[in-house]
């Protein structure tokens, strides 16, 4: 049968290749390494090799999810030590009933979002990654995180309302849910290459 696309070895090549940076992204966030985040997409890439991939749209999807599981072996121990010190969940559901004191409309940089955003636990920046940047349905990031989907609610909640207090600098609160109450200080979605260099120079 005739292929109306490259070999597999080909297709998987050109998307760690040209999507690199969204690769990068991601896991960068989760680890708050980039030489860890490089080796994820290298662990993504050996483990992918040889798979089936029917388009490059799949091979891109698989090779997220590959580099995004990768990172989060990483940092795992974490993840659960953390998933487990919880905090005072009654004050947080009072924080989430208030008014929420920070809006779409406000601006964040890059480097202050960045900075904010590595001084949080691993557990809380997986969530947030997961749910709020990838936009993975609750009991599949509980799947991925290996943490009941009622643990993954509360962490992006609370990730949500810690964020939002370091960037501000005050006791801002948050809804919960899957919205940062600003946007992701990123170009596009997954960032621009020239965008995600120049953060990663920073960090």
């Given at each position: 049968m005739q292929r109306d696309h490259p070999p597999n070895g080909d297709v998987l090549c050109g998307v760690f290749h040209d999507h690199f940076d969204r690769l990068h992204l991601p896991a960068f966030l989760i680890t708050g390494s980039q030489e860890i985040a490089g080796e994820c997409i290298l662990e993504a890439f050996d483990r992918m090799h040889g798979s089936f991939l029917p388009s490059p749209d799949f091979a891109l999807k698989a090779a997220k999810r590959s580099t995004i599981k990768s990172a989060l072996r990483r940092v795992g121990a974490e993840i659960q030590h953390?998933?487990?010190?919880?905090?005072?969940?009654?004050?947080?559901?009072?924080?989430?009933?208030?008014?929420?004191?920070?809006?779409?409309?406000?601006e964040v940089s890059r480097t202050q979002f960045l900075m904010s955003f590595r001084r949080l636990n691993a557990f809380h920046r997986s969530v947030l990654v997961l749910r709020t940047y990838e936009n993975y349905p609750f009991y599949e990031a509980g799947l991925l995180l290996r943490l009941p989907a009622s643990r993954i609610r509360y962490g992006n909640a609370h990730a949500i309302v810690l964020l939002a207090t370091s960037i501000h600098g005050a006791d801002v609160s948050a809804p919960a849910g899957n919205v940062l109450p600003f946007p992701w200080p990123i170009h596009g979605r997954h960032g621009s290459p020239a965008l995600t260099t120049s953060i990663m120079k920073r960090h």
């Open positions: 953390c998933a487990t010190q919880r905090a005072d969940e009654k004050n947080l559901r009072e924080k989430n009933q208030s008014t929420l004191c920070v809006h779409k409309n406000v």
